[in-house]
Nanobody
């Protein structure tokens, strides 16, 4: 099994910054895709940023130029640097990974970390 543990959420004022981290642990043979989704109250979960197996990095249009995803492959960790935060960025942010463990290839989700952008 693979566990994803997020950290770094919290309350920030509009225009501020936060950095989220997600560490994958467990029996991991390969990580194919890894990144972040978010779900705002009353809305569907949406992609924020993702490293894909094809080598691309995808961002939601709403965060391009403000958010940056990065990773430390040695630590199986991804980060999301969020700058110029807006109230509409308020959501629970979920880490996602598609990985191969001893049970085969599966999708995994973290429990989520709340980001609140408010003055």
């Amino acid at each position: 099994q693979v566990q994803l543990v997020e950290s770094g959420g919290g309350l920030v004022q509009p225009g501020g910054s936060l950095r989220l981290s997600c560490a994958a642990s467990g029996i991991i043979f390969s990580i194919y895709d890894m990144g972040w989704y978010r779900q705002a109250p009353g809305k569907q979960r949406e992609l924020v940023a993702m490293f894909t197996d094809s080598g691309s990095t995808n961002y939601a249009d709403s965060v391009k130029g403000r958010f940056t995803i990065s990773r430390d492959n040695a630590k199986n960790t991804v980060y999301l640097q969020m700058n110029s935060l807006k109230p509409e960025d308020t959501a629970v942010y979920y880490c996602y990974a598609r990985a191969r463990s001893w049970t085969g290839v599966r999708e995994y989700w973290g429990e989520g970390t709340l980001v609140t952008v408010s003055s």
